[in-house]
């Protein structure tokens, strides 16, 4: 029997496919290493309710995860890379940081209609400043709603559009979605549009994920070196 790894994960359909993809990579490195996945509810993934430009920059989505590690009770953790906040705990380093599988934000709306053909006034669900200050740019008739939950829950929250009447502020007419998300749940067919990098600049690491270590790790720093080196 290999060395065991304990990864340490948020529990969601998506985060749990990213630990996948790294444990397949280090599998084709090492393939006697052994692996126990450590879900964590972190505080991002408890508050529904706060948007996601208010927390933007902070560990919100990563501070149960990271605090695991370093009271050594997961061995590494992966994370969406563009959910490290802007500096890590004292004691913690970033050991690798994969290349994103599709950078672009996407457009998932309820009639196919891409962003320059969605009605007047149409309501977007997103909770990014960015996304938010930018799609206000592009069109400024667009009212921006603050969504929240994992991507399976927003793509509910969508599809249930029928359901809402025409002034029902809760209606949705399209979301915003990283690409890359929906890649890694097999549901690109979901992708209306990838968004075009002159309207939506997508946050610099989207789609890229990274193992975050304690910075005494040194047969996992030199481990994950060793990842640079092995295909996606």
Known sequence: MGTLFRIGTRKSPLALRQVY???ARLKRSDPD???????VDTYGD??????ISDIEGGDFFTREIDESLLRSEIDFAVHSAKDLPDILKEGLIVAFTTES???YDSLVSRSGLKLNELPLGARIGTSSLRRKAQLKKY???????DIRGNIEERLKLLDNYERRTTNDERRIDAIVIA??????????HRITQRIPFEILRPHPLQGSLA???RKNSVDLLRLAKGLETVAA
């Open 21 to 23: 993809e790294i444990m």
């Open 33 to 39: 290493i052994e692996f126990d996945i450590v879900a």
């Open 46 to 51: 408890k508050d529904k309710k706060t948007p």
């Open 101 to 103: 599988i599709d950078p």
């Open 139 to 145: 069109r400024s008739d667009f009212q921006i709603v």
């Open 179 to 188: 690409a890359a998300g929906l890649i890694r749940l097999g549901l690109g």
């Open 211 to 213: 193992v975050v270590v």
